[in-house]
Every structure is written in C-alpha cells, then in structure tokens.
C-alpha cells in the first residue's frame, strides 16, 4: 500500500488490534520483573544477561555480543552488569584475544543465581502467555512476532544501540 493510500488514523479493527498488542508491551514487563523481583531479586532484563551467560560457551561472551542479544546498548547494559558484579553473579575482564573488548563471565554464583531463578520465570512465562494459547496460537504468534521483528530490523534508521 502507497503512504498515499494509507489511513492517518487507527480505527475499527485496526486499532482494537494495535490497543491489544500495545497493552500486552506495556503489561508483560512489569509483570515478569515482579515475579523475579520477587522471588529471585532479579530484574527480567538481569535475568536475560545472566541467562544468555549461562547457556555461552565457557560462560562468557563479549559485552557488545550480549548487548546485541539484549537488545541493549552498551551504556544500558554496562549499568546492569555493574549491579549484577556488585552481587558477585558476573565478572567483567579484558578479551585476551582483543584487548579492544570487554568479557562478561558468569561467575559460580551467578549460574547459581540463574538456576534458581528459572523454574519461577518459566512458569510465569507459562501461566501468562503459553497457557493462554493453543498450540496452533503459539505457532501462530511466534510467526506474527518474528514477521514483526523483521519489520522492526529492517525498517531504515532502526538501531537498538541508539535507545
């Protein structure tokens, strides 16, 4: 459809789509971190960094590798794992093979740490959105969201380092 062609307003079944799409962004957030919050003193952006850790090869990746798997920039996730450092589950050093870059290392503790969070998240992610759905619906929202995510990706100017 030609920009010409296209509504300048959200009507009808449009926006009763994008109203419950927009909801389930805002709501989904908060409800994952008060679940970890609560039961593991985790925020689900913390428990993202510290399971990406768990599942690198030797622990480790490099910071600008798990800021693109976070989504995040590097300031965002820096900030983080300055918190995560403090609670002694990650330790940063320098890449001996590229001093140019910094490692994030889980540390013992923090495998811990993830171990004990993710029965709890898993079923919070279960009762929230994969017990909602039929199986068909899960395949189908996989779909929907990674058609959408491509869309985000490839849309010109996107760059989730600039956030």
Not at 31 to 53: C, K, M, N, V, W
Not at 58 to 78: G, P
Request: hydrophobic content about 40%.
């Amino acid at each position: 459809m030609a920009d010409a062609d296209r509504p300048t307003a959200l009507a009808g079944d449009d926006l009763e789509t994008w109203a419950s799409l927009a909801t389930v962004l805002e709501w989904l957030p908060p409800a994952l971190d008060q679940q970890l919050l609560r039961d593991s003193g985790l925020t689900h952006f913390e428990y993202g960094i510290l399971y990406a850790l768990s599942e690198a090869p030797d622990h480790t990746l490099r910071m600008s590798v798990l800021a693109d798997y976070a989504n995040s920039s590097l300031s965002r996730l820096s900030r983080a794992a300055t918190r995560l450092e403090t609670k002694g589950w990650l330790r940063r050093e320098p890449d001996p093979a590229d001093g140019r870059y910094t490692l994030a290392i889980l540390t013992g503790t923090g495998a811990e740490k993830v171990a004990q969070a993710t029965p709890g998240h898993v079923a919070t992610v279960h009762r929230l959105v994969l017990d909602q759905l039929t199986r068909a619906q899960t395949r189908q929202l996989r779909e929907i969201t990674r058609r959408i995510a491509r869309a985000i990706r490839d849309d010109d100017g996107w760059d989730p380092a600039s956030r």
